[in-house]
């Protein structure tokens, strides 16, 4: 039983108050001393917390740990075993919608979801390929295959491209996935596309093609804007890179090209234009008689 004490004050004297303490529990009262109030309630607060420690000692069930010094018993109970826990995956354990699966992409796994083309880069550099296709793309294009525009641009057909690509991916090994709507423009049409190759990301291009109005029309250009975005694409890939450089364009207009004066059929009107010195003009356009062809040097 705890001791509880209070003070009980007399009037004032001429040495100031006087405070004296009783003790509820004892049996008979005894008169306590004078003292001034102040020491007197700082030796009762002492007194109180002696005999409270005395009655209620302290024990290791109700200890608190401080700075690691004391530890109760609910600190020093038996780690929880896996079964008993079900653990949540951590924000960096869950893997991205477009980083699932191997590098050939999700369709070497059939469980792994299912990638949105229309803005996914999945498998962007992730690997290279073998030296095999490396050289399939690469190899340096045979001269008759190149064919010369009338403003003297040089190109491969676009035909050409897919069967590269073929030999090297085979049939079925990689598209063109589109990454917008068509746009429709004035004169023109372009769509934005993204070569795929393998389940990987390779690379992407705008095409454009020329549109000379009616809805008839639109699909055509529609389709020449997909070959346009497949040549584009494959210069990623080393397919005909020579056709991007300089030089290699001036030795093959030398070599293998003429600048012709060419006169229509019907209207008589003259224009200059490129030509193959293999490929005579086309109808409805035709060499002038008397006209010699003038080569490149």
């Not at 917390?49 to 302290?58: I, L």
């Not at 780690?79 to 050939?104: C, H, N």
């Not at 996935?177 to 769509?191: C, D, M, N, Q, Y």
């Not at 584009?232 to 090209?257: M, N, T, Y």
Request: hydrophobic content about 35%; proline content about 10%.
């Amino acid at each position: 039983m705890s001791t509880r004490r209070f003070l009980r004050f007399v009037p004032r004297t001429a040495n100031g108050f006087a405070a004296v303490s009783r003790s509820a529990s004892s049996a008979t009262s005894t008169p306590a001393a004078r003292t001034p109030a102040r020491p007197a309630a700082s030796a009762q607060k002492t007194s109180a917390s002696t005999s409270y420690r005395a009655v209620h000692p302290p024990t290791s069930s109700t200890s608190r740990p401080i700075h690691g010094t004391t530890r109760s018993a609910a600190a020093t109970r038996t780690p929880a075993t896996p079964s008993d826990v079900t653990a949540s995956p951590l924000p960096s354990d869950t893997p991205l919608p477009d980083a699932v699966g191997p590098a050939l992409g999700p369709a070497a796994d059939p469980n792994a979801p299912p990638v949105d083309w229309s803005s996914s880069f999945h498998g962007l550099s992730t690997t290279r390929f073998s030296a095999e296709i490396a050289q399939i793309l690469m190899t340096p294009i045979n001269p008759q295959d190149i064919e010369i525009k009338p403003d003297g641009i040089l190109y491969l057909p676009e035909i050409k491209y897919r069967r590269i690509l073929n030999m090297a991916f085979g049939p079925g090994g990689w598209g063109l996935a589109p990454r917008g709507e068509l746009a429709v423009g004035e004169k023109i049409v372009s769509r934005e596309f993204a070569l795929v190759v393998q389940g990987r990301y390779v690379a992407q291009a705008r095409g454009e093609c020329p549109y000379f109005g009616g809805e008839d029309g639109v699909a055509t250009a529609g389709e020449g804007s997909k070959s346009n975005a497949l040549m584009r694409c494959c210069k990623d890939l080393g397919v005909a890179s020579e056709l991007w450089d300089p030089r290699f364009i001036r030795q093959f207009k030398q070599e293998h090209c003429r600048e012709v004066w060419i006169e229509h059929v019907v209207t008589k009107k003259k224009r200059q234009i490129w030509l193959r010195k293999d490929c005579p003009p086309s109808y409805p356009y035709a060499l002038p008689a008397g006209t010699a062809s003038r080569t490149v040097r």
